[in-house]
């Protein structure tokens, strides 16, 4: 096993930043051209050629890396039983509604974990070129190729805040009286999106029912900056764990958790 | 009173244009510094120093095309009682509160009706660099230079519809079950931004209680493409006349009216 030191994860990142510039191209090339698209549970939950290409692509690149890394991937049949040593988590197209019917507001996302707690995060806008990556590994966020600095501590009633439809629509946890509290919800339909949004101080939170390779990448950078995320039934983030998760500000995820519990 | 033509309008646009590409870097200027944010009505509701700059610098553009045209125009006093003639109807930056907060996901709209009825609409993704503009006096529809096709009339069922928050949580005229059929909904803030994806197809339809400026432009393109716009009480749109404004395919627009009724 190599020594995963900053500096190891400082040339890991480069390395990373690099494949995802490439890997940019490759999801233009494939996207240009009329999609094969699947169905997963429901009519809502997309997959496509894309998705599966993409997902085999970036595997191929980071078992070079790390080759003896565990994987979490979206498109995967995942058995993982615990989260013991490194594992990547990727998610290949995040947000595949919004890249098959709008070819925008979707994200790859990757995320490097060692023993259950976050190294590095990536979280790649293809349509507006933003990339945030960083992580408690080397502990700073970067906007591209710049040092960024954490949000403002904003409380619920100063921003906007991103939720998924469903939850707003069945106003799940009371997430309708949060909403009130703000000034006015997003539904973007894509986490990474919108966790780039409130890591960027653009909303004060973001909740959804997410899958780990929703997460993980969010989760490392939010760590940086001291935003909080945790599900919202009070319990720590678990890698491995699906649920419903809230990224908030420290001042607006108190006022959240009063509200939804 | 000039010969309103063909012609004459698509030296018009021209200019326009002109004038807009301009005026994305006159707002690029104002955004970057500190903005003086007013609200208007609520909390929810606000004005910056950029939309009455921007708004004045529109009119000044505006009023030398065409010195005899009404203005409408969403910072101003306005007290039209009627639609005859000549009238430009502005919104200098709609969806200010994604401008103040998320600096994305903001448009400047532009239209020209004469006697109420459409000539030319401008949507302009300042952030994105997108322009709709056209209408039924051209007989086209350009995103930037290049002459667009109509979207295909899709199914209620095969798409997103992009709708405003307060609507989707409050169930306002049933959209909550509009929701259900769709492939889910998206909240954007910006009435220009959504009008943008309807056109472009990425979305069946949007809706949203509009004031005139906030409908003019996508309404005069819509009408290019087939597209149906209307209050959902069923009444025609009146330039004038704010209300709960539905744009849509035809397919989508009859199935929602189905519902709402």
Do not use: C
């Not at 040339?11 to 240009?32: H, N, P, S, T, W």
């Not at 069945?170 to 780039?196: C, M, P, W």
């Not at 995320?229 to 678990?238: H, K, L, Q, R, S």
Request: glycine share 8%.
């Amino acid at each position: 096993m190599k020594n995963i030191d900053k500096d190891f994860l400082l040339q890991l990142d480069a390395k990373i930043v690099e494949f995802l510039v490439k890997d940019r191209q490759f999801i233009f090339e494939k996207m240009g051209k009329h999609l094969e698209v699947d169905e997963k549970q429901n009519r809502r939950d997309l997959v496509t050629e894309v998705d599966r290409g993409n997902q085999a692509h970036i595997i191929e690149a980071l078992s070079q890396l790390l080759p003896d890394a565990k994987i979490l991937a979206e498109e995967s049949e995942n058995d993982l039983t615990d989260a013991k040593g490194l594992m990547w988590v990727i998610d290949p197209i995040d947000g595949t509604m919004n890249f098959v019917k709008q070819r925008e507001d979707f994200a790859v996302m990757i995320a490097l974990y060692e023993d259950g707690k976050p190294l590095l995060g990536y979280i790649y806008d293809v349509m507006r070129d933003v990339l945030l990556h960083g992580g408690p590994g080397i502990g700073v966020v970067y906007k591209n190729q710049d040092v960024i600095n954490p949000p403002a501590n904003l409380a619920l009633e100063e921003s906007l805040i991103g939720l998924s439809g469903p939850m707003l629509v069945n106003n799940a946890y009371h997430f309708q009286d949060v909403e009130k509290r703000t000034l006015g919800a997003r539904v973007i339909g894509s986490a990474g999106i919108e966790f780039i949004r409130v890591l960027l101080g653009k909303q004060i939170g973001y909740v959804s029912s997410l899958k780990p390779w929703d997460f993980a990448a969010g989760n490392a950078l939010a760590a940086v900056f001291g935003l909080k995320v945790g599900y919202v039934d009070g319990e720590a983030i678990n890698v491995l764990k699906s649920g419903v998760v809230l990224v908030a500000t420290k001042k607006a995820y108190s006022a959240i958790m009063s509200i939804v519990k």
